[in-house]
C-alpha cells in the first residue's frame, strides 16, 4: 500500500483513475473506519493539491475548495447567510477535529448525521467533481447524496469543491443540534434554517433542512411553503410538514422523540435566524 499526496489536481485525477486507492483528506472518518488487514492499494491524499484550501468568489459564486476544513469555515469571513455553516463548523467533534477534518470529507462519508449536510442543503450548495476519463460536473447537493453512506461519486472521481451562489445580503441562518451530552457528540438530530424577511416582517424565503431523522438529511418543502409570508408569530410546525422525514429508534432517541425534537428545533432556527 503507498500514500500519495499530490499538489496538482490534474496529477491526482490520474492517480485516482488506476482504480482501487482511497481518497483521504483529514482522515477523521477514514482511520475510525479502516479494519484491520484491509487496505486499498494507496490512499491518495488531497489535502495539499494547489488551490484546494481556498474559499474564493468567482462570477457570483463562492466556492469552497475540497481541502477547506471546518477551522477554515468558522474563520472566515462568510455573510449571515452562513451562520449555520458555521455553528455547524463549531460543532464537529473538538477542536483538534475541526482542524483536520473537511467539509468536503464530511459529504463524501455521507452519515446520515453528518452535521455539515443539513447547512449546505439550506445553501442550496453544489458539489463540483472531477475525473481523468470524463471531465469535470456539478451535481446539487440533495442528489450527490444517495444513501446512507452511498453518493453519486464515481470510482475514478473527486470533489473538488463544493460551491454556494452569493446569497441575499438580508439572508440570515441558524443550525440546531441536539446530541446526548455538549460536546464530541454524534447528533441526535439538527436543523438548519436560510431565512429571508420582507420589510413589512413577513418572511420572504425559508429553507429549511433536517439531519439525522432519514437516510440522507432532507429539505422540508411544505414546511417552507407554509411559513413563507408568514409572520414570525404566526410560524406554526404542524407534523404533517415533517413528512419527508423517516426518523428510526435507536440508541441515541426514539421516532418519536425525534419528531418532537425537530419540531422545536424548526421553530428555534427560525426565531434564531430571524433575530440576526
Ligand atoms: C472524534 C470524532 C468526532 C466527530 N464528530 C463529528 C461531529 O460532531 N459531526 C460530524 O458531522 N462528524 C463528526 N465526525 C466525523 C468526521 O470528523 C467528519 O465527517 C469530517 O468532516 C470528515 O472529514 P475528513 O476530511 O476527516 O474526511 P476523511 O476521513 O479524510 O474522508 C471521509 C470520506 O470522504 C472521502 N473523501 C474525502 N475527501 C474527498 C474528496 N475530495 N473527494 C472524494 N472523496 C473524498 C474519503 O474517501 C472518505 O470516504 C467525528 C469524527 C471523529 C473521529
Same mark, same amino acid.
Given at each position: 500500500? +503507498?500514500?500519495? $499526496?499530490?499538489?496538482?489536481?490534474?496529477?491526482?485525477?490520474?492517480?485516482?483513475? &488506476?482504480?482501487?486507492?482511497?481518497?483521504?483528506?483529514?482522515?477523521?472518518?477514514?482511520?475510525? $473506519?479502516?479494519?484491520?488487514?484491509?487496505?486499498?492499494?494507496? /490512499?491518495?491524499?488531497?489535502?495539499?493539491?494547489?488551490?484546494?484550501?481556498?474559499?474564493? @468568489?468567482?462570477?457570483?459564486?463562492?466556492?469552497?475548495?475540497?481541502? !477547506?476544513?471546518?477551522?477554515?469555515?468558522?474563520?472566515?469571513?462568510?455573510?449571515?447567510?452562513?451562520?449555520?455553516?458555521?455553528?455547524?463548523?463549531?460543532?464537529?467533534?473538538?477542536?483538534?477535529?475541526?482542524?483536520?477534518?473537511?467539509?468536503?470529507?464530511?459529504? =463524501?462519508?455521507? $452519515?446520515?448525521?453528518?452535521?455539515?449536510?443539513?447547512?449546505? @442543503?439550506?445553501?442550496?450548495?453544489?458539489?463540483?467533481?472531477? +475525473?481523468?476519463?470524463?471531465?469535470?460536473?456539478?451535481?446539487?447537493?440533495?442528489?450527490?447524496?444517495?444513501?446512507? &453512506?452511498?453518493?453519486?461519486?464515481?470510482?475514478?472521481?473527486?470533489?473538488?469543491? @463544493?460551491?454556494?451562489?452569493?446569497?441575499?445580503?438580508?439572508?440570515?441562518?441558524?443550525?440546531?443540534?441536539?446530541?446526548?451530552?455538549?460536546?464530541?457528540?454524534? $447528533?441526535? =438530530?439538527?436543523?438548519?434554517?436560510?431565512?429571508?424577511?420582507?420589510?413589512?416582517?413577513?418572511?420572504?424565503?425559508?429553507?429549511?433542512? !433536517?439531519?439525522? =431523522?432519514?437516510? !440522507?438529511?432532507?429539505?422540508?418543502?411544505?414546511?417552507?411553503?407554509?411559513?413563507?409570508?408568514?409572520?414570525?408569530?404566526?410560524?406554526?410546525?404542524?407534523?404533517?410538514?415533517?413528512?419527508?422525514?423517516?426518523?428510526?429508534?435507536?440508541? &441515541?432517541?426514539?421516532? %418519536?422523540?425525534? /419528531?418532537?425534537?425537530?419540531? %422545536?428545533? =424548526?421553530?428555534?432556527?427560525?426565531?434564531?435566524?430571524?433575530?440576526?
Amino acid at each position: 500500500m +503507498s500514500y500519495i $499526496s499530490p499538489t496538482k489536481i490534474d496529477e491526482a485525477l490520474e492517480v485516482l483513475s &488506476r482504480g482501487s486507492g482511497k481518497i483521504i483528506a483529514g482522515g477523521t472518518d477514514v482511520y475510525p $473506519s479502516a479494519q484491520p488487514g484491509q487496505h486499498p492499494d494507496f /490512499y491518495l491524499d488531497v489535502t495539499r493539491i494547489d488551490g484546494l484550501k481556498q474559499i474564493s @468568489l468567482r462570477d457570483d459564486t463562492i466556492h469552497f475548495g475540497s481541502a !477547506v476544513t471546518w477551522t477554515d469555515i468558522i474563520n472566515a469571513d462568510l455573510g449571515p447567510a452562513f451562520d449555520a455553516l458555521k455553528a455547524a463548523a463549531r460543532e464537529v467533534g473538538s477542536v483538534q477535529i475541526q482542524n483536520a477534518a473537511t467539509v468536503a470529507g464530511n459529504i =463524501c462519508n455521507a $452519515s446520515p448525521a453528518a452535521d455539515g449536510v443539513p447547512p449546505l @442543503l439550506a445553501l442550496d450548495a453544489s458539489v463540483e467533481l472531477a +475525473s481523468h476519463a470524463h471531465g469535470a460536473r456539478v451535481l446539487p447537493l440533495a442528489e450527490f447524496l444517495t444513501g446512507v &453512506r452511498s453518493t453519486a461519486l464515481r470510482p475514478d472521481e473527486m470533489v473538488v469543491g @463544493l460551491q454556494v451562489s452569493v446569497p441575499p445580503t438580508n439572508m440570515t441562518s441558524a443550525f440546531e443540534k441536539l446530541g446526548s451530552r455538549r460536546y464530541l457528540v454524534i $447528533s441526535i =438530530c439538527m436543523t438548519a434554517v436560510n431565512l429571508t424577511l420582507g420589510q413589512d416582517g413577513r418572511i420572504a424565503d425559508a429553507r429549511i433542512a !433536517v439531519g439525522a =431523522c432519514s437516510a !440522507v438529511a432532507q429539505r422540508l418543502p411544505a414546511l417552507e411553503a407554509s411559513v413563507i409570508g408568514q409572520r414570525l408569530e404566526k410560524v406554526d410546525i404542524k407534523p404533517e410538514f415533517l413528512a419527508p422525514l423517516t426518523p428510526i429508534n435507536d440508541v &441515541r432517541g426514539t421516532a %418519536e422523540y425525534r /419528531y418532537d425534537v425537530v419540531q %422545536e428545533q =424548526c421553530k428555534r432556527a427560525i426565531m434564531q435566524a430571524a433575530s440576526r
